[in-house]
């Protein structure tokens, strides 16, 4: 696990525009040390995440497999835990894994069944917010544009645009009406950098897509760059 000092976390910022909010105490250790992340994005404390350009996470979850650009998270989000069959006599697992046997009552198990006690990793696109103290599952997918109300516990995907609030979360309503969610996820917008887009009408839909129309032949991508901690520190942006 990292323990970065503040010449490094300095490095870091003022070469990659690479963020640790709020600053690590001394002798801190980080999780997330393999983690793969673009430049121009703020880290919790607790470890690096999979993040895209100008995503910011103020938590740290070690199941996310990727989060794209532009991802606003919140503070105690957290991933449930191991899963247990419900529909098999016991949910123990002292009747599924061997090893647990083993330790409790002293000897090899008679059975020889399993199950899988793992969710699958979780998928976060671009332009998603997350609230404060989210539950999600493992193994769900969340939309382009999704958004996620504090404390929801989110147990199936989110479809692109939805806002989902809830224990289990259910879908509230769409940001947008299916044409410009539409328009939205076919433009793909957060290609680019926000200081190629920021003048455009971000506060309203309709009159963004139609000047990014006009605008994006003359923009450049952003081209994706995802690279550990390490490589950053062995080189500047």
């Not at 044409?179 to 200081?195: E, P, V």
Request: hydrophobic share 35%.
């Amino acid at each position: 696990m990292p323990t970065l000092s503040r010449p490094q976390l300095a490095q870091m910022y003022n070469e990659h525009h690479i963020r640790i909010f709020p600053r690590p105490r001394p002798g801190k250790e980080m999780a997330g040390d393999g983690a793969r992340f673009e430049a121009r994005t703020q880290h919790s404390p607790e470890g690096f995440m999979p993040l895209g350009a100008y995503s910011y996470s103020q938590s740290y979850l070690s199941n996310v497999s990727s989060v794209g650009r532009y991802c606003s998270m919140g503070s105690k989000i957290c991933s449930m835990g191991a899963v247990h069959p419900t529909d098999w006599v016991s949910s123990n697992p002292i009747f599924y894994n061997r090893g647990r046997y083993n330790r409790f009552i002293g000897e090899a198990p008679p059975f020889k069944r399993r199950f899988r006690e793992k969710y699958g990793p979780i998928t976060i696109g671009n332009d998603v917010w997350i609230g404060d103290q989210v539950v999600l599952k493992g193994g769900i997918t969340i939309g382009d544009g999704a958004v996620i109300g504090f404390g929801a516990v989110v147990t199936k995907d989110v479809p692109p645009y939805a806002i989902v609030a809830g224990v289990p979360a259910k879908i509230i309503r769409y940001r947008f009406s299916e044409d410009i969610r539409t328009a939205m996820q076919a433009s793909r917008w957060w290609r680019y950098d926000a200081h190629d887009i920021a003048a455009l009408s971000h506060d309203d839909p309709a009159l963004f897509l139609t000047e990014y129309e006009k605008a994006a032949p003359k923009l450049s991508e952003r081209p994706e760059d995802f690279k550990t901690y390490q490589d950053y520190l062995g080189d500047a942006e």
